[in-house]
């Protein structure tokens, strides 16, 4: 077995996730993700943790999407709600055959599977506030990956490698000195109010006041780098303009502008995918408003690849996520949405905290 999959399983089970013995351990992926799927497996049992890997196969979700009834979009496994309830670390490994697998499904078909799947989300993300579960999403490179990020696989793979630190002899002690860092900027921004950014079409404040800013830097994503919070929910006015492609669940939408009052999305346009935008915006009442608000610290990224778990890292980025927020922030927004919509701040971009300059052109001041 490879030592770069021994060390990237290692850093997904004993840091991310931190496995400990008798843990239950969902495992999922497809099978082109093999190598590193075995080696997460050898590295729970190795803890004497209890590993399930559930695996899907190439074309299972577009033949699902393509002729469930309303009835079967609706339907939850029970197993499913069980392993919600029962496991102790969920280790999600990304590894498409092909990334526009969902691109012609359409757009009320997976809203309505969103919004039937929306409890699960939300006992996950309350289960990890309050400590019972651990979760992790990561990525194995894959030729689709590849593709999308314009890239051969060997670059690809190399460019996976640098994002997560893999190339060092010890990639969790660089991750917990990211965390460090990051850490003094989440307590300074946990005594902030309000945020006020500017930029190209973009002037937009919302308060954050009552809020925690969650430091990532390795646990949740792999790889990782942001900090991150949930905007108070009726907070948020004016407008802004995302420069970089929003991609969710294989559909893309391309220069796309929100106005906001009193918290809400009233204007939504976008210069590609309009039709896709203002349906997930549809999706159900909490998807009009923002779960989340982000700044993207992670310099090993700096070009959008395609794939939202890299690109909302990018070193000189701001991300919103318009649905569902966390818990753990204190955001109360419910949605089974959640699309994290990037902005690059690296020109003539700025943020203000309670009115003074905090953040200018990509870079913390």
Request: charged share 30%; hydrophobic share 40%.
């Amino acid at each position: 077995m490879s030592n770069l999959w021994k060390k990237y399983a290692k850093v997904l089970v004993e840091y991310s996730t931190n496995v400990k013995k008798d843990d239950l351990v969902i495992i999922s992926s497809d099978v082109q993700a093999k190598p590193l799927i075995l080696a997460v497996y050898e590295e729970v049992l190795k803890k004497g943790a209890h590993p399930i890997v559930k695996l899907g196969l190439e074309g299972q979700r577009e033949i699902y999407f393509k002729n469930a009834s309303d009835e079967q979009l609706a339907f939850i496994d029970p197993f499913i709600e069980l392993e919600y309830d029962k496991a102790d670390k969920f280790i999600s490994i990304g590894a498409p055959y092909n990334t526009k697998n969902m691109a012609k499904i359409m757009p009320e078909r997976l809203a309505k599977r969103s919004a039937a799947t929306r409890h699960l989300s939300v006992k996950m993300l309350e289960r990890a506030a309050e400590g019972s579960l651990s979760w992790v999403i990561c990525d194995f490179p894959t030729n689709a990956l590849a593709q999308e990020a314009k890239m051969s696989i060997f670059d690809y793979e190399e460019f996976l490698i640098k994002a997560c630190y893999l190339q060092l002899d010890d990639p969790v002690a660089k991750w917990r000195e990211i965390g460090e860092n990051q850490q003094k900027i989440a307590e300074r921004l946990n005594l902030v109010k309000k945020l006020r950014i500017t930029g190209e079409k973009t002037d937009l404040t919302l308060s954050t006041e009552g809020r925690k800013w969650i430091n990532c830097c390795g646990s949740n994503n792999f790889p990782d780098g942001e900090v991150f919070t949930s905007p108070v929910e009726d907070s948020a006015e004016g407008e802004i303009y995302f420069d970089f492609p929003a991609i969710y669940r294989g559909n893309e939408s391309q220069g796309i502008y929100l106005k906001f009052e009193k918290g809400k999305v009233v204007n939504a346009s976008a210069e590609k995918g309009e039709d896709f935008l203002k349906k997930m915006i549809a999706t159900d009442e909490g998807a009009s408003f923002l779960g989340e608000m982000a700044f993207g610290t992670n310099d090993m990224i700096s070009e959008v690849t395609g794939n939202i778990l890299f690109d909302e890292k990018i070193g000189g980025s701001i991300h919103l996520a318009l649905g569902s927020s966390y818990p753990e922030t204190g955001g109360k927004n419910q949605s089974g949405l959640h699309w994290d919509i990037i902005k690059n701040m690296k020109e003539n971009s700025r943020v203000y905290a309670d009115d003074k300059l905090i953040y200018e052109n990509g870079k913390f001041l």
